[in-house]
């Protein structure tokens, strides 16, 4: 089924909550409570690291929960609706610690409300990209519905990034970086709460009016939750597709949540770029994931199957993200004076991003196509828990990816505070040759993960053909 383009795009809106929150979590948050407040990066990254394991109970118990739940607003709406709230209030206390807190304070309030704030999310992320597997079964518009969950993300992630370097990040007097400058993260954090509860509501109330042609369990088909759940979890990864995509999603998303961890850190250490000069990098590298988003449906009909363009754009993302990395590693680049080097790496960031948009739509449009195998094979439509998987994936940007950040800049060597003119030589070599041949690893191994993805356009094809004679 072909949607009308105001259901599609206040769907898409949907997204804009957590592109606002993967560029806080993923560009600042670490650099916050490392740089700024002083907590060691390795005790930040583990506050993260164990936040989202929590994560790895909630979200299939969410996805679960709401795939069975049963109500005059549907299965996915009443979650959509109630969780705005709370997620905002978690989100802007994450960057408003009290003063005078000790190391472990710190430690604590940021893993209290890096957690509070992920459960509010999973209330409503899991629900809303379920949703999406439920408005069409169409293989190429699932492709589109993914690619505009994608451009309004990085739409969030735009207005965090440029809008927060341009407002709240200015250089001063004091604070020749203005990252380093602590009175500026509360007001940032306030100004992003306005884009976090519109977006989630305007998802909700926009695609309100699907709920009555929308999927609805039978009565008694809700057994309880965690028993549910764990059983739920069992079955969807009986299917190797879904094991496929899970293990290629989730390394593929550890390595872009290592990179945006230390964007701030590569941009001011290693290739010393001004405040403007971040700015740029930043506007360059959404620009290119836009782009890439816009690019990913006629790439996917071009290619044929979404498995081959997710591919080709995780080896494009490898490639440009790190070479100018090694070049200037292995001294094949001018020094961090010459213009020319941060015009390359600006310029490479937003190449290799092109790659990131291509590939992040075919995420989740390869998991809307395991529900479908999944309905074949057991009768029941459980969207839930399988975007469960795919929400996990998506915090894993936020999770696993900065403790490995964090792992990375204290053994570097890297101290809390420090200018760039007071990092060692070797310290700045250790940080580069631990960062960019770690992007090539980590892509290499999500994309081995997803050649076992096994559903074609043709099988897919095929099991809607069998999913309609059964109906009939």
């Excluded at 709240?168 to 009175?183: I, K, M, R, V, W």
């Excluded at 080097?341 to 310029?347: D, E, G, P």
Aim: proline share 5%; glycine share 10%; hydrophobic share 50%.
């Amino acid at each position: 089924m072909n949607l009308s383009w105001r259901v599609r795009s206040m769907y898409g809106i949907g997204q804009l909550p957590e592109g606002v929150k993967s560029a806080a979590f993923g560009f600042f948050l670490l650099f916050y409570y490392n740089q700024v407040l002083g907590l060691p990066g390795s005790l930040a990254g583990l506050a993260l690291f164990i936040a989202l394991g929590f994560d790895a109970v909630t979200d299939p118990l969410v996805g679960s929960w709401s795939d069975f739940s049963r109500n005059r607003l549907g299965r996915r709406h009443p979650f959509m609706y109630i969780a705005a709230i709370p997620f905002a209030i978690a989100f802007v206390c994450l960057f408003m610690p009290p003063d005078g807190l000790s190391e472990i304070g710190l430690f604590f309030w940021m893993l209290v409300f890096a957690v509070l704030t992920r459960t509010a999310m999973t209330l409503y992320h899991v629900p809303y990209l379920s949703l999406g597997a439920e408005l069409s079964s169409d293989y190429d518009e699932r492709t589109l519905l993914a690619a505009l969950r994608n451009v309004f993300q990085l739409l969030g992630m735009f207005a965090v990034l440029i809008g927060g370097n341009m407002l709240f990040f200015q250089a001063t007097e004091e604070y020749a970086n203005g990252q380093l400058n602590p009175s500026v993260y509360a007001p940032f954090a306030l100004a992003c709460l306005p884009l976090m509860v519109v977006g989630v509501w305007v998802a909700a109330i926009g695609t309100h009016s699907e709920i009555g042609r929308l999927h609805q369990p039978a009565i008694g088909d809700r057994p309880a939750i965690l028993k549910a759940a764990l059983g739920d979890v069992m079955t969807a990864f009986r299917i190797p597709a879904f094991v496929a995509v899970v293990c290629a999603s989730v390394v593929f998303s550890v390595n872009q949540g290592m990179i945006q961890a230390l964007h701030l850190y590569m941009a001011t250490y290693f290739f010393e770029l001004t405040p403007g000069q971040v700015t740029l990098l930043f506007g360059g590298a959404i620009t290119g994931i836009v782009v890439g988003s816009l690019l990913s449906r006629p790439v996917s009909s071009l290619i044929r199957e979404k498995r081959n363009v997710f591919i080709l754009g995780s080896a494009w993302y490898a490639f440009f993200t790190s070479v100018v990395i090694i070049l200037r590693l292995l001294g094949l680049l001018p020094p961090n004076e010459d213009p020319i080097v941060a015009v390359l790496y600006i310029s490479s960031g937003c190449i290799s991003a092109l790659g990131l948009g291509v590939a992040i739509p075919m995420i989740g449009s390869l998991i809307a196509d395991v529900t479908d195998e999944h309905q074949l094979r057991h009768g029941t439509r459980q969207e839930g828990i399988y975007y469960a998987a795919a929400s996990f994936a998506g915090k894993a940007v936020g999770g696993i990816g900065p403790i490995l950040a964090g792992v990375i800049i204290d053994a570097a060597g890297i101290a809390p505070g420090s200018s760039p003119q007071e990092v060692a030589p070797e310290a700045i070599e250790r940080f580069g040759w631990a960062t960019g041949p770690s992007v090539v690893v980590l892509s290499a191994i999500s994309i081995i993960a997803v050649l076992f993805y096994d559903i074609s356009r043709k099988r897919h094809t095929e099991i809607l053909e069998q999913l309609q004679a059964r109906a009939e």
